[in-house]
């Protein structure tokens, strides 16, 4: 007597036990066995997932239409999609996203599922291939090599959206901290050495048209992941699907995804070049570096209380050390520090991934999806804390900023059209060889009176408005 928590499956290269409740298959089976690598499967990425529907849901609606899929069949695949749309049987996605074969793996274990929901609405068994087979049906007029990185672009385009909305939210926050210190005069510093006086705004407002700047930057990435190579089959050439499947497979997945995609004009090429992936790992990069450059400030603005900047406030989020009782560290723009790094690290291995293409595939996709989502997720972690837990709830020490200013030989710069360049040296250096502030200085001197030099450090004056 048989097992009955079993189903047996046949492929080309023989049979294999299948978990009889499983909508997955014996391909899907043989990936599992064959990559136990990172244990992170492709149902952690739940819009790869609905974007492997929305392509085969596509797909289906197109061969209908073209005569060579058999309406019930078609029909049931298009349900089996709308299943997966839904966020249905996700967990049915058991393959490592961690895979050989340029993602074949994944396209397998999408294929199986989605004909076995098939099936099981027809009223057949799991396994009953005879009615709706996962090749033959749900891959038809497909490969991989086409399925798998439109999947990635519009699980990626889709993906996006999370990562400028939570930028987003940081450029409002520093705006808002822009307005909030717009009166508060402070130094500014070039080489970690006192500059000229400007105010604490400024140097918010500065961080806020940097984010800003590379909301736009992904925006323009974004766009360039909409050229697709569906209908390109195995290398570009079409092989295997009708000539007016390209059209009509692109306006159902527009019409289903709501989506505004193009198909490439040269589909050899297209299936080839990861070049879109690289670009839109540089710009993540390039808000990860400066991200972490503004993290760097924050901690130095806010180091003390009593030995560093002190500038600044950020809301104590927790005790910060398990030796020194009172010590209060700055958490946040630590751990989005280290979110940077890694972001950088990902940034390697998807050039690398990329150059490593050979000839007309590149079959290192599946790390190259691996890295840019790990990039997307932990940007948009990252910039949800920073804003939540750091950056609207900092103060200003405003008298301390203050007294930078009165103390600093940096404000002899400003000084320099009022009493000359020769007085305003001077002032440096006995500044420097007593201690004592320019200030005082000026003062006692009689170079300017306090009303003069309240004016001259108006944040009017320090903005230039």
């Known amino acids: 007597m048989g097992d009955d928590s079993f189903r047996t499956e046949h492929d080309s290269l023989g049979s294999k036990d299948v978990p009889a409740g499983a909508y997955y298959g014996i391909q899907t089976c043989r990936a599992v066995d064959n990559f136990p690598i990172t244990g992170v499967t492709i149902a952690t990425f739940p819009h790869l997932i609905r974007a492997l529907a929305l392509v085969k849901k596509a797909a289906a609606h197109a061969n209908m239409e073209l005569g060579i899929l058999p309406q019930p069949t078609g029909q049931a695949i298009s349900h089996a999609c709308d299943v997966l749309l839904d966020n249905q049987h996700h967990d049915e996605f058991v393959v490592d996203v961690f895979q050989g074969g340029a993602g074949t793996s994944t396209n397998m274990n999408a294929n199986e599922v989605i004909a076995n929901l098939a099936l099981e609405q027809m009223g057949f068994a799991k396994g009953d291939y005879a009615h709706c087979h996962p090749n033959d049906h749900v891959n038809l007029s497909q490969s991989t090599n086409d399925v798998y990185p439109t999947a990635v672009k519009i699980a990626l385009y889709t993906r996006l959206d999370d990562l400028t909305g939570a930028m987003g939210q940081l450029k409002n926050a520093f705006e808002l901290k822009e307005v909030e210190f717009s009166d508060v005069i402070k130094i500014g510093r070039t080489q970690l050495q006192d500059a000229v006086p400007m105010t604490l705004g400024q140097e918010f407002g500065a961080y806020a048209v940097m984010v800003g700047e590379d909301i736009r930057r992904i925006h323009e990435a974004k766009q360039l992941l909409r050229e697709m190579n569906l209908g390109a089959t195995a290398i570009g050439t079409g092989l295997n699907a009708p000539a007016e499947y390209v059209d009509r497979v692109r306006l159902h997945l527009n019409r289903f995804g709501q989506l505004s995609f193009i198909t490439s004009a040269n589909l050899v090429e297209a299936t080839q070049d ?187 004056r320090m903005t230039g408005r």
Request: aromatic share 4%; hydrophobic share 40%; glycine share 8%.
């Open 274 to 460: 990861s070049g879109v992936f690289v670009q839109l790992s540089g710009v993540l990069k390039r808000f990860a570096i400066k991200l972490s450059k503004i993290c760097n400030d924050l901690r130095l603005l806010s180091s003390g209380p009593r030995a560093g900047f002190n500038e600044i406030n950020l809301p104590p989020m927790q005790p910060g050390s398990s030796i020194m009782p009172g010590k209060v560290n700055p958490v946040i723009p630590e751990v989005v520090n280290q979110i940077c790094f890694q972001v950088m690290g990902n940034d390697v291995t998807i050039s690398m991934a990329a150059e490593a293409g050979q000839l007309e595939l590149n079959v290192m996709e599946p790390v190259i999806l691996f890295n840019l989502h790990r990039n997307i997720d932990l940007l948009t972690n990252g910039a949800r804390a920073l804003t939540r837990r750091c950056v609207s709830g900092i103060t200003a020490n405003r008298d301390i900023c203050r007294q930078y200013v009165e103390r600093s030989v940096g404000l002899v710069t400003a000084l320099n059209p009022v009493i000359g360049y020769e007085r305003a040296a001077a002032l440096a250096h006995e500044a420097l060889d007593t201690g004592r502030g320019i200030v005082e200085l000026v003062l006692e001197k009689g170079y300017m009176s306090r009303e003069e030099l309240d004016q001259l450090l108006s944040p009017q």
